[in-house]
């Protein structure tokens, strides 16, 4: 058990979160902000897991899945996917002989990455939205092009938006009303410096 309470932490915080601080990382630890409560957000966020452990070990996957409804963004026909998404990667490795750990790992990281996505998703819709008022002779290629390349470039204003949008939905979803508001000002703060580099590259 205490192997998998080690891994709940270090895939949650993993490119997200400092431990024992208030302070949201980008992909790297020397992109960062602090948010007040952060900390408290994050924790909530491990208890779900925690306390569905016992489905996990059962293989109740979609009972162990049910309790993220109540993440934003994450319903009965998310986890319906999310589930059927491990099912397809059991079926891939039912051969190999692999660590409960890398199991659970297999199951989180799942989970994670469609809360992620879906809220990411969002920050690059109004990225979008905000790049065609500032300009209209920039095409949706074009900004689709020039996103591609501060995603390769690691860009920090790109790196931070991942994980804000990420916290902002997780505050939204506990009702830490403060912390989601101070997420959504850092938001629009880092989607409007996204904006001014796409447009003034473009020109």
């Given at each position: ?128 939205k905000r790049v065609e ?71």
């Open positions: 058990m205490k192997r998998l309470y080690n891994a709940t932490d270090n895939l949650i915080e993993q490119q997200f979160y400092i431990q024992g601080t208030d302070r949201i990382t980008g992909r790297t630890p020397d992109v960062s902000i602090k948010i007040r409560n952060s900390g408290l957000i994050v924790k909530k966020f491990k208890d779900i897991f925690l306390k569905n452990l016992n489905f996990f070990l059962e293989g109740e996957y979609l009972e162990f899945f049910r309790p993220f409804t109540q993440i934003i963004g994450i319903d009965e026909n998310s986890i319906k996917e999310i589930n059927q998404e491990v099912q397809i990667k059991l079926t891939a490795l039912k051969d190999s002989n692999f660590d409960i750990v890398i199991l659970y790992i297999l199951v989180l990281s799942s989970l994670i990455s469609r809360i992620r996505d879906i809220h990411f998703n969002y920050v690059l819709d109004e990225i979008l008022e500032a300009s209209k002779k920039i095409s949706r290629k074009q900004i689709q092009v020039e996103l591609e390349n501060l995603f390769m470039r690691n860009n920090s204003n790109i790196s931070i938006l991942y994980n804000i949008s990420y916290l902002d939905a997780l505050a939204e979803s506990f009702n830490f009303k403060k912390v989601a508001h101070t997420c959504k000002i850092q938001k629009s703060k880092h989607i409007n410096k996204i904006v001014v580099l796409i447009v003034s590259s473009v020109r």
